[in-house]
């Protein structure tokens, strides 16, 4: 699994994508409930290139859930008590009760993303993340967890589109830091290291999914449908 393998043109109209949001966010109202019935823990994590839409996707994907059925976290640099801590450590402590949901909004795979880009963990700390990772999303799965791994793939092109109305907008100004064009400026290696990523940790018991989002609102409607999906498939294994 390669980002060249996914196709980013995929498009909705708005007319379209205001009929099917609608619908896709009744269904995930629906399916919440039968988790919540039935006591199963799920984890939905969003990774994808920066501006590639995580924060807009998850106010839509929650936007008819009770909010006590779900805790979304963004993730940012670990605090001086977490650097103490093996880098799962954090993430153990957001791991969600039966019939509730945890939104990471970026997760662990920041050890061999952006922590291994920037060299902020050792060559052999990464290295070593890749079966770390794959032990613990399967002592999740094997303890009744669903988890979701989804990435946002944008073009290089749609991404530079995206920074510059930011950047004029006086609304989203905030959302544009310097790490953002730093960020831009090493794509190469970023996406060396998200390719990896997806070759080594698609697993059978918590597979990646790679969502087109060069255009935004086919992008949440990709997402919505693949929780309901995934959620779905793993409630009649049971």
């Known amino acids: 699994m390669q980002l060249s393998d996914f196709d980013l043109s995929a498009k909705l109209s708005t007319k379209e994508y205001e009929k099917l949001l609608k619908k896709q966010q009744i269904a995930l109202l629906g399916i919440s409930r039968k988790v919540y019935e039935r006591k199963i823990p799920v984890i939905l994590m969003m990774e994808g290139w920066d501006a590639a839409g995580k924060g807009g996707v998850i106010k839509r994907i929650t936007a008819f859930l009770d909010p006590r059925g779900y805790t979304a976290y963004g993730i940012g640099a670990p605090t001086e008590i977490e650097k103490n801590h093996h880098y799962l450590w954090r993430f153990w402590n957001k791991l969600p009760e039966g019939g509730k949901a945890a939104i990471f909004d970026r997760s662990w795979y920041g050890r061999v993303?952006?922590?291994r880009v920037e060299k902020l963990a050792k060559e052999v700390e990464w290295k070593r993340a890749y079966k770390e990772i794959n032990k613990?999303?399967?002592?999740?799965?094997?303890?009744?967890?669903?988890?979701?791994?989804?990435?946002?793939?944008?073009?290089?092109?749609?991404?530079?589109r995206r920074f510059r109305k930011r950047q004029q907008n006086k609304l989203t100004r905030w959302k544009l830091t310097p790490d953002d064009w730093r960020n831009r400026s090493k794509?190469?290696?970023?996406?060396?290291?998200?390719n990896e990523m997806l070759e080594k940790t698609n697993t059978k018991h918590t597979p990646?999914?790679?969502?087109?989002?060069?255009?935004?609102?086919?992008?949440?409607i990709a997402v919505a449908k693949t929780i309901i999906t995934t959620i779905e498939k793993a409630l009649k294994k049971r």
């Open 136 to 160: 613990f999303e399967k002592t999740l799965a094997a303890n009744g967890t669903i988890v979701i791994k989804v990435f946002l793939s944008i073009s290089k092109a749609e991404q530079l």
């Open 187 to 194: 794509w190469g290696e970023y996406e060396k290291a998200i």
């Open 208 to 220: 990646w999914h790679v969502i087109a989002s060069d255009d935004k609102k086919f992008m949440r």
């Open 113 to 115: 993303l952006v922590e």
